[in-house]
């Protein structure tokens, strides 16, 4: 499906197996060292380049650590910036801090009254927010563990929460169909975003260098600009009506979105032009996250029950 | 995107750390860490967004109180001056001293050179001589000349540069700081006059005397250097607009030291001085007549502050720089000893005598605009004038409902927008602007207690700000299932604005009801900020398991 005459097509290099249930969120390390899973087998696993070589070709993730301990299945985890550190939220309602390299759990944060469903570390890593089902935000200081900061957020499930790429600012998505910015220093609320006829937004990011755009599934993919609270691009033809699938920008190569969808494929589209450059096919089942390598031309994608594999694509070099 | 109700001043106290007992403080660059100096020597660096301790910096050579704390440029270094004569230079990241100096008199402040990224010189005010130019690599000093009459008797002899020539000063200490890059000195005496000096060489280039010839006891440059503050004897604060180009200091200075060269010594001083300073505004309480302490400007330098020197009082004094007052800020009645300005946020911080820090800022009234878009906050009531067809079964007006946005814009994902707060951008590649946080672990036994979570800290830790509440909406009670500790230090918490948390409960309760959303999801919202133990798993595992 590949039309743009510069668009290189992704094709399918490695499949990760070892979860026993469905995979929750896949996200590669800053540093672009190591790719880390969650999933509803209550555990996360890393995976860690075994080639140093730089060409990509030979570039192999074979599994490192595995970190068990959450009493119930995972929902999503994220990398300190240093990659020293691993978070987790889950469904026993607690997050987890890990030691990445040795597997063990550091800090069980406790507060949130309900499944914790989303997770991210600030740019300088001595912040994690968190989003819930309890319909709150909070913000917790990562070394000793207290929570800092408890945001009226949502009246529904909270489905993602990022920071800006300097960390004043917090984003927020929920089921009750609004996304909101929060000053991240002080916790106010800075704007709402609402979507006119109201669905559930399912994920909310922000770009990885420091501007006024983010991504933010209403059914439809969309890029807007939160400082004017436009609505600039929407991206379309995949499949999302049930679960909270993530997407991500990749600007490795040009500049694309990607998305999951519940078709079991992946979808890329030029950033500008907003076209389907690629369908990426070979799961077996809804493709629940991705995530992109942040120097490499690499997508790592995760998918549900009947899959539960994690999939490294990449591009052909010529 | 900022937040469009901070802004201006702060108004109540926020939060308050305590640590030891803590005497001078200083924010770095950017004000993401507050570095403070205690009574036993140590520095404590707080990390500013988590109120929680970064790092301590602690050596066995130094145990005396610390009197005054400076961050270099770029937020590597800091330097402590110390009542044991010394002076110290860390490095921020790895806590590690790099070199330490003992002058002959204990220095009351000491500020690195803001030049550079990796300062060797700094200014030192000992207690009471002259100021003099410390290189910190070698240990020389240079004196700086405090009065004029030194230069016009063709300078003392080189033997007595380091006592003043003027008996009258030898026992007050001289107020002096950099100009803003740090090419020049200004120093303010004892007969009431501003010196401005050349740092290399300690000579005066220019002096602007002070009406009323008071002794002057602090002087301070705003951030942007455009303007000087000087606090004096007289109970007044002075603000200077300084008329130097900031670039080219010393070169502009000796051009007009050449133009008024058939003048004496003196009068070409002054008149160069004239060139340099103009007095702008005069500060005082003339009803109290307050001596003030520790003034200084606000970051943007739209505001200066001061504290009152009255013993047993806790007052802050907030001054547009056009001279209104406008505020008073009052603390608890404990002296206080020192202030600063945190430098992009309307955030003050007092330290009292007895070594506590008070954060104070605004008072935070909740911008219901921001919850709910469609609606806009009026200041007052309006009138409102319905539209022609507003009542009409199909309005014109809202017929065409089309975004004029169009999609086939470019957007750019990848541009840095420049803060405009920080205007040398040539600083950020080495700047250290927060410090690695390392989760301290929880003990193994212990782990699935949250109680225990926060009382295995470290030392350190646990003598961080017990609260981390604010005033209003976010002022949640998650921490009062803490360990007693906590809760016994609750009985010292004073002057915490509790009100605010109550108004906006109600003002929540009543604005924040979504038409389209059931009683339900209202009142589990007013819940949740009310009483932790809401939720019960009431919505359906639906996503994270098939």
């Known amino acids: 499906m590949s039309t743009a005459t510069e668009f290189k097509p992704y094709s399918l290099s490695q499949t990760l197996s070892g979860h026993k249930r469905a995979i929750s969120a896949v996200k590669f390390s800053s540093n672009g060292r190591l790719l880390a899973s969650s999933s509803a087998d209550k555990s996360l696993r890393t995976y860690g380049f075994t080639n140093s070589d730089s060409d990509s070709d030979s570039l192999a993730l074979s599994p490192m650590q595995e970190y068990t301990g959450h009493e119930q299945g995972v929902s999503d985890l994220a990398f300190s910036s240093d990659s020293r550190f691993l978070v987790s939220a889950s469904d026993d309602k607690t997050l987890r801090l890990w030691d990445v390299p040795t597997g063990s759990l550091i800090k069980t944060l406790q507060g949130h009254t309900n499944y914790v469903f989303c997770v991210n570390f600030n740019p300088q890593s001595n912040v994690i927010v968190s989003g819930s089902f309890d319909e709150t935000v909070r913000v917790w200081d990562v070394k000793s563990g207290k929570c800092l900061k408890v945001l009226p957020a949502h009246s529904d499930p909270v489905t993602a929460v990022d920071f800006n790429r300097d960390g004043s600012l917090i984003v927020s998505s929920s089921y009750d169909g609004l996304c909101r910015i929060w000053d991240a220093s002080t916790g106010h609320c800075m704007k709402t975003l609402i979507d006119d006829e109201n669905p559930p937004v399912s994920f909310v990011k922000f770009p990885p260098t420091p501007s006024s755009f983010s991504l933010a599934p209403w059914t439809t993919l969309w890029l807007w600009n939160y400082s004017t609270g436009e609505f600039l691009k929407a991206y379309t033809g995949h499949v999302n009506s049930k679960y909270c699938i993530s997407s991500t920008f990749s600007i490795t190569n040009g500049k694309y979105v990607v998305g999951g969808s519940e078709d079991n494929r992946i979808y890329l589209w030029e950033l500008q032009t907003r076209k389907m450059v690629q369908k990426l096919e070979g799961h077996s089942d809804t493709v629940v996250s991705v995530s992109c390598h942040p120097t490499e031309n690499m997508i790592a994608s995760g998918a549900l029950g009947n899959d539960k594999t994690v999939k490294i694509w990449t591009q052909q070099k010529d | 995107m900022e937040d469009p109700l901070q802004g201006d001043f702060p108004e109540v106290i926020e939060e308050y750390l305590a640590h030891g007992c803590m005497k001078s403080i200083a924010f770095n660059r950017r004000g993401t860490l507050l570095a403070a100096g205690c009574n036993d020597g140590s520095c404590v660096i707080w990390d500013f967004e988590t109120r929680g301790i970064a790092k301590e910096l602690r050596d066995s050579e130094c145990s005396s109180p610390i009197t005054s704390v400076c961050w270099s440029k770029c937020g590597n270094r800091i330097l402590v001056s110390a009542a044991d004569k010394s002076l110290s230079l860390w490095d921020v990241m790895s806590g590690k001293r790099i070199t330490r100096i003992v002058l002959q008199q204990t220095p009351l402040q000491a500020r690195l050179h803001p030049g550079s990224s990796k300062p060797s010189l700094c200014l030192a005010c000992p207690l009471s001589c002259a100021p003099m130019i410390v290189d910190l690599n070698t240990g020389n000093t240079t004196s700086l000349k405090v009065s004029i009459l030194e230069i016009s008797n063709n300078g003392p002899t080189p033997a007595s540069r380091n006592r003043c020539a003027d008996g009258i000063t030898s026992f007050s200490p001289t107020a002096a700081c950099f100009s803003k890059h740090g090419s020049l000195v200004y120093v303010g005496n004892s ?110 330098g739209e505001w200066v502050v001061g504290g009152s020197a009255s013993k047993g009082e806790h007052k802050i004094y907030i001054w547009d720089r056009v001279g209104h007052l406008v505020k008073i800020l009052e603390g608890p009645k404990e002296a206080l000893i020192d202030l600063a300005w945190h430098p992009v946020r309307p955030i003050v911080v007092s330290v009292s005598l007895n070594g506590i820090v008070y954060i104070w800022a605004k008072d935070y009234t909740e911008n219901w605009s921001a919850f709910a878009p469609d609606f806009k906050e009026l200041e007052e009531n309006e009138e409102y004038v319905e539209r022609e067809d507003e009542f009409d079964l199909i309005p014109e007006t809202e017929k065409a409902k089309t975004s004029d946005v169009n999609e086939d814009d470019e957007v750019d994902i990848v541009t840095v927008d420049k803060d405009p707060a920080f205007s040398d951008s040539e600083m950020s590649q080495e700047e250290l602007c927060f410090l690695p946080a390392t989760p301290s672990c929880d003990a193994p036994e212990q782990q699935d207690k949250f109680i225990e979570s926060s009382s295995k800290l470290v030392d350190s830790n646990n003598s961080g700000s017990p609260f981390s509440e604010e005033a209003g909406p976010n002022e949640h009670t998650m921490n009062h299932n803490l360990s007693p500790v906590e809760d016994d230090a609750g009985g010292l918490r004073i002057k915490r604005k509790r009100k605010p948390s109550e108004k906006v409960l109600e003002l929540q309760a009543e604005k924040i009801k979504k038409p389209s959303k059931s009683s339900k999801s209202s009142k589990s919202k007013i819940k949740s900020l009310v009483d932790e133990d809401d939720g019960n798993g009431f919505y359906g595992d639906a996503l994270s398991d098939e």
């Open chain 2, 191 to 300: 007969k009431g006059e501003i010196l401005v000096i050349n740092h290399l060489d300690g000579e005066v280039r220019a002096m602007v005397p002070i009406p009323g010839g008071s002794v002057v006891k602090n002087i301070v440059c705003s951030r942007n250097g455009q303007y000087l503050l000087t606090n004096s004897n007289d109970r007044i604060i002075r603000i200077y607009e300084n008329l130097l180009p900031l670039k080219d200091e010393v070169r502009a200075l000796d051009d007009l030291n050449e133009r008024l060269n058939d003048l004496n010594v003196v009068e070409k001083l002054k008149a160069v001085g004239s060139k340099c300073l103009t007095l702008f505004r005069e500060f005082q309480d003339l009803i109290t007549k307050v001596h003030w302490k520790a003034p200084c400007f606000s970051g943007d």
